[in-house]
């Protein structure tokens, strides 16, 4: 089971993704007879939440958001426009801010970054049983 939905890139895109997150797992849920916990659910909104927004700050433009369900997680795909690899930066309590890649890479069962033609594409894995990941 998988979509991909187009991202207009804007402020709204974060919103639309978490619902269009959301949805995808409750059909998955209701359709396929998936089982995915309250936890993948709050994660995955999270996940998408952080991607989406990381390219809408870095990489203005389109983008791509793909949703598929492979080997008992979701993985979250988002592709854009910009080449630059993202980096997580050092742990810092103090830092306001920043802390987006961290947490992703915190809950994640597995985080890559591929690049292709025209940016690169981002996948995060998240357990459809909800247990923590740590894709570092």
Known sequence: MSVAVPLNGGDSSIAEARHLAVDFLTRARADQDVHVSARAMDLTQLVVSELVT?????????????LSIVDATVAVTVHDSAAARPVARSEDPLRIGGHGLEIVMAVAQNFDVHPEPAGKRITARIALSGEPGNAR
């Open 54 to 66: 990381n390219a809408c700050k870095y990489a203005p433009g389109p983008m791509l958001m793909e």
